[in-house]
């Protein structure tokens, strides 16, 4: 029997010691703020291709000619001149649709190729003007009814031994929100 008092009372002693305590009781934050920021995909639309123009090549000199991205009179280095016979130069044009009043960038291609089938031309320098403000830039600001316009310009290099012909080519032109 002195056992089982033992066991009795070692049972009630566990038991007490494993009797949950009551903690204090829980909190609440009763207005936690959330948002969400809705905006609406840009869209890029091209007006116009970039075009140099006709280029006059003398035999043997290479040089430039710049296109600037606000207007079509282009200048030229070394043995290559204006022409007088068309195409005529070009900007290449955009419209950009988006959010209003949000700011955007645009992505130009460090360089591309133009070819003839055979023999290449590499363009480079490419500027942009957006809305025909007063200097060329990268980024730029939807107006109020979420629409913004830009034109390029480049740097073609001709080199001394440049084939005659009519070269044509592609590049990639991005816009994307800050």
């Not at 116009?48 to 040089?63: D, E, M």
């Not at 073609?156 to 991005?174: R, S």
């Amino acid at each position: 029997m002195k056992n089982s008092i033992k066991l009795f009372a070692a049972i009630l002693l566990m038991a007490g010691f494993s009797t949950a305590a009551m903690a204090q009781t829980s909190a609440t934050v009763a207005a936690t703020p959330a948002g969400v920021k809705l905006i609406v995909p840009m869209t890029l639309s091209e007006t116009a291709s970039l075009h140099f123009g006709t280029i006059n090549v003398l035999v043997g000199a290479g040089g430039t000619c710049v296109l600037p991205s606000n207007s079509t009179i282009r200048s030229f280095t070394g043995g290559v001149a204006a022409a007088a016979t068309a195409p005529i130069a070009t900007n290449a044009a955009y419209n950009v649709t988006g959010t209003a009043s949000a700011t955007y960038a645009l992505t130009l291609p460090a360089s591309f190729t133009v070819t003839d089938g055979t023999h290449v031309m590499t363009v480079n320098a490419m500027k942009a003007r957006f809305n025909a403000a007063g200097a060329d830039a990268v980024t730029s600001a939807l107006s109020g009814a979420g629409t913004d316009s830009f034109t390029l310009g480049g740097t073609i290099t001709v080199t001394a031994a440049q084939v005659a012909g009519t070269y044509a080519g592609t590049f990639p032109v991005t816009v994307d929100y800050n």
